[in-house]
């Protein structure tokens, strides 16, 4: 494979500026995602300001088929980000309207790429949130961040790029091999790419430790519970970009 030079500046700065002359259209539709994710996971707290345990019981059960509904709808709104991101990055215009109809065409192929990556890390993640959070002693922890947590990263940064493929070329079958691939070479940078979000919302992580939402008074730790969501709402579009145009960028070098 006769891969281009890839530079992490480059991707930076090419998902900053198609941020800024597209907003409108990117945040419309991160937008719609994280009011459903946001009404999805508070539709069950109506049981509970009802008092009454039958209708509890009932609004529980609509919850899970709510849940499910939700969650499939996000991710075809995170397919349209997705594929909004790609044509706008061409420089080829394109709607909402458009971009939705083309996601819906590769949900259930995005969603089956993001269960078979489930299933690769569910056991050293599982191994290494255990190992990490049941005991206190530095050597048990050691061992979960070197049988659970490196090779989660190495799983997830190898094959991550799979519902990239999945959503933008599903002419690719072997879409497992060909992420690997693509990232052989520029492992460490891609590592990067992933850890943006954390970036962008360590500074989030570290004001709720030095001000703890009691001292905002009732509706104060309501608004900051959910300041992480309404961070998401504005940087979802540039920190999905980072990872689009990166594919986008290793595809076109790899042809």
Known sequence: MNQKKFELKDVMVTAFNLYRDNFSLFFKINGLGVLILFITS????????????????????????????????????????????????????????????????????????????????????????????????????????????????????????????????????????????LVVNHFWEVFIIYLIPFIIQSPMNVLKNFLPPINFGTVGTYLFSHLGQFIALFTGPFTLGVVVITYLKLHQASE
Not at 78 to 99: D, F, M, N, P, V
């Open 42 to 181: 508070h539709f069950m707290d109506l049981g509970d300001m009802t008092g009454n345990i039958g209708i509890n019981l009932l609004i529980q059960l609509i919850g899970l088929v709510v849940a499910y509904l939700g969650i499939y709808y996000n991710i075809k709104l995170g397919i349209t980000l997705i594929i909004a991101i790609k044509e706008r990055y061409y420089c080829r215009s394109i709607t909402i309207k458009e971009s939705y109809k083309q996601a819906k065409n590769c949900t259930w192929r995005v969603i089956g790429a993001v269960l078979i990556l489930g299933l690769m890390i569910i056991i050293p993640t599982y191994i290494f949130t255990i190992g990490f959070s049941a005991t206190q002693q530095l050597f048990s922890k050691i061992v979960a961040i070197l049988v659970g947590g490196i090779p989660t990263m190495y799983l997830v940064v190898t094959f991550g790029f799979s519902i990239m493929i999945r959503a933008l070329n599903p002419e690719i079958k072997n879409f497992l091999m060909y992420s690997k691939q």
